[in-house]
């Protein structure tokens, strides 16, 4: 019997535990790194002598730097609004088109979820040439309402690829039998569908939030002010003045910018893990 235990303790050491720790730490390892460097002094940071993975003498320097003598406030907020706006209205696109390409039968609805998928396939990089003409159209360069714009470009097409598979696990008796009772069409996916829906909305919008408060490329581009900047694209940018780097307040920019996202994956993981590994009716 004890044999038989020993035996199973160390497969689940080699097969489970052992892995899950390597991956745990190689992980976290740069967020780690990221908060002992915060708190480090400048010629702690810049010493080779000091430990990389310690803090002797801690500091707050930076973090007041960066929240006092900068515009970091502006940024989060600016990140804030075009990442909520654009995953919204993403949302909201990708929820009413993957049902139609889903649940509607009419021609070429085949074609249509396979033009959506290649469309997110396609570079941002490729994307924001033909896009800055649009921006400069709609007068909106240096403004980040031009991110809201153009965010969508990328977001939609993920959206409702995902959308698109959730919903067709979901059986469409409980939509017939709404609009035999005297539903539309609209009515059923927003009272049946959807509710039906949510892990894999919730999963969805989470994705579109990260890609929008993690996105640097058209933020770069459209983007010029700092009051304007995003955090992903002002805190390298106003830091990185020539070959001087100034690490510490850097790094309490990634470390603060990365907040929102952990909060939101934290909150809503019940929802996220549901919406991957799930449909909307088990049983």
């Not at 515009?71 to 990442?83: G, Q, T």
């Not at 007068?139 to 939609?156: E, Q, S």
Request: aromatic share 18%; proline share 6%; with cysteine.
């Amino acid at each position: 019997m004890r044999k038989k235990r020993l035996r199973r303790f160390v497969k689940r050491l080699f097969t489970l535990y052992l892995p899950l720790a390597f991956f745990i730490f190689f992980l976290l390892s740069p967020f780690y790194w990221m908060l002992v460097a915060s708190f480090k002094e400048n010629k702690e940071l810049y010493n080779l002598n000091f430990s990389r993975l310690w803090v002797y003498k801690p500091t707050l320097g930076h973090y007041a730097r960066l929240l006092f003598d900068s515009e970091f406030l502006k940024w989060a907020r600016n990140s804030f609004a075009v990442a909520t706006l654009s995953t919204v209205f993403s949302l909201l696109v990708g929820i009413l088109a993957g049902y139609a390409i889903a649940r509607l039968r009419f021609k070429g609805a085949t074609a249509i979820g396979t033009g959506v998928f290649i469309t997110y396939l396609v570079p941002p990089t490729l994307l924001f040439i033909p896009l800055a003409a649009v921006v400069h159209q709609l007068h909106l360069y240096d403004n980040w309402l031009a991110l809201v714009v153009t965010y969508p470009t990328f977001l939609v097409p993920f959206c409702t690829w995902l959308l698109m598979g959730y919903f067709r696990t979901i059986p469409p008796d409980m939509e017939e039998c709404a609009m035999i009772d005297g539903c539309s069409r609209f009515q059923a996916l927003w009272r049946i569908t959807v509710p039906l829906a949510l892990p894999g909305i919730v999963s969805a919008g989470i994705f579109a939030f990260t890609m929008s408060w993690n996105e640097f490329i058209y933020g770069l581009t459209f983007l010029q002010s700092s009051n304007q900047r995003t955090i992903p694209v002002a805190v390298p940018t106003e830091f990185i003045l020539s070959d001087a780097f100034f690490w510490g307040p850097m790094m309490v920019g990634a470390l603060l910018g990365s907040v929102p996202i952990a909060l939101a994956y934290a909150f809503f993981a019940k929802y996220y893990v549901a919406g991957l590994t799930s449909g909307a009716i088990k049983g």
